[in-house]
T-cell receptor, first 114, second 113 residues
Framework: DTAVSQTPKYLVTQMGNDKSIKCEQN?????MYWYKQDSKKFLKIMFS???????INETVPNRFSPKSPDKAHLNLHINSLELGDSAVYFC?????????????FGPGTRLTVL | AQSVTQLGSHVSVSEGALVLLRCNYS??????LFWYVQYPNQGLQLLLK??????LVKGINGFEAEFKKSETSFHLTKPSAHMSDAAEYFC???????????FGSGTQLTVLP
């Protein structure tokens, strides 16, 4: 049983399009995250939700909008895609916001914008 | 503020040799420290973590790390490398009340036959 799952695994699209990535966790965790990993493998936090409430909103273009319909799901919608959005996007979850809790990562969604 | 420096973006070792991946951190409060591994085309997986207590932490796949407060280091070691250890390794830090985990830039480990 997959703990943190993401769909799709690969996403290839044209500039200007709108796309969504879905994430689900079956661990019963309260906190979920979105990370962006660039071509140099650098990982940067984008957003975090705790019990469906946004708690971290890093400097990310307004074109990116997260949505958490319930504790088990955190989706990422991207409007007007740009070339620079090409990256691997990881969803993660943790039991709660406590600093000592490890995060469990999904397999990633590789987004390619042409 | 917190930060992580991983010395060496690429490390190569021979199969059977010692693996040493270096991580130094900066944190204004006692840190929680993590090592994650990322295999090609996969997500990150926790290897081990230090929270409190014993400074030598053992993880999965024979890896261990030692928290050295005086050196602000948390280096990852494995006595004998296997081919299957080839992957990207990330050190991460989170200070007590910090809202988020901060990752290092990663170290690509290559294991030579």
């Amino acid at each position: 049983d997959t703990a943190v799952s993401q769909t799709p695994k690969y996403l290839v699209t044209q500039m200007g399009n709108d796309k969504s990535i879905k994430c689900e966790q079956n661990l019963g965790h309260d906190t979920m995250y979105w990370y962006k990993q660039d071509s140099k493998k650098f990982l940067k936090i984008m957003f975090s939700y705790n019990n469906k409430e946004l708690i971290i909103n890093e400097t990310v273009p307004n074109r990116f909008s997260p949505k958490s319909p319930d504790k088990a799901h955190l989706n990422l919608h991207i409007n007007s895609l740009e070339l620079g959005d090409s990256a691997v996007y990881f969803c993660a979850s943790s039991q709660d916001t406590s600093s000592y809790n490890e995060q469990f990562f999904g397999p990633g969604t590789r987004l390619t914008v042409l | 503020a917190q930060s992580v420096t991983q010395l060496g973006s690429h490390v190569s070792v021979s199969e059977g040799a010692l693996v040493l991946l270096r991580c130094n951190y900066s944190s204004s409060v006692p840190p929680y420290l993590f090592w994650y591994v990322q295999y090609p085309n996969q997500g990150l997986q926790l290897l081990l973590k230090y929270t409190t207590g014993a400074t030598l932490v053992k993880g999965i796949n024979g890896f261990e790390a030692e928290f050295k407060k005086s050196e602000t280091s948390f280096h990852l070691t494995k006595p004998s490398a296997h081919m299957s250890d080839a992957a990207e390794y990330f050190c991460a830090v989170r200070g007590g009340s910090a809202r988020q985990l901060t990752f290092g830039s990663g170290t690509q480990l290559t294991v030579l036959p």
